[in-house]
C-alpha cells in the first residue's frame, strides 16, 4: 500500500503544478476473488478461471493483491471478454490463474483478491 500512495502523492503534486482547479479524492475497497467453477491445474498451467462477477464501478483501478492466494497458484489480473473504456462501468468475469503444483480450483474457492481503487475528479 505504501507504493500505491508514494505514486498517488507524486500525482497529487503534479496536479498542484497544473493550472486550473483539480482535485483528487481517492477511496476504495478490497474484495476476494471467488472462482466460479471447478478447473483442475498441472504445475506452470495459466488458464482463465471463471469468477463471481465483480462490479467495477467508472474510474476505478484494479490492483491485485499480491498475498492472498489459493494453495496451489494466483490469480494474475481480472477482465470481461470485451475489455471497456476506464471511464465506463465494467464487470470482472474471469481471473487468468497460474498453477505452482497440481491441483483444482473448486467453484467457491477463493483465488486471491483485488483492490478496487476509485478517483474522483473535481
Do not use: W
Not at 60 to 69: N, R, S
Not at 93 to 101: N, P, Q, R, S
Amino acid at each position: 500500500m505504501f507504493k500505491v500512495s508514494g505514486i498517488i502523492h507524486d500525482i497529487e503534486e503534479s496536479i498542484k503544478k497544473k493550472k486550473g482547479r483539480i482535485e483528487l479524492e481517492i477511496s476504495g475497497k478490497r474484495i476476494p476473488i471467488i472462482a466460479d467453477e471447478d478447473v483442475n491445474f498441472k504445475s506452470g498451467e495459466v488458464k482463465t478461471v471463471k469468477i463471481e462477477p465483480i462490479d467495477i464501478p467508472s474510474c476505478t483501478v484494479t490492483i491485485i493483491d499480491g498475498y492472498e492466494k489459493h494453495p496451489i497458484g494466483v490469480t494474475v489480473s481480472i477482465g470481461e471478454e470485451i475489455s471497456s473504456p476506464f471511464d465506463s462501468e465494467r464487470k470482472g468475469k474471469h481471473g487468468v490463474f497460474i498453477a505452482f503444483k497440481d491441483g483444482q480450483v473448486k467453484k467457491g474457492d477463493v483465488i486471491g483478491g483485488v483492490f478496487l481503487i476509485h478517483l474522483h475528479r473535481e
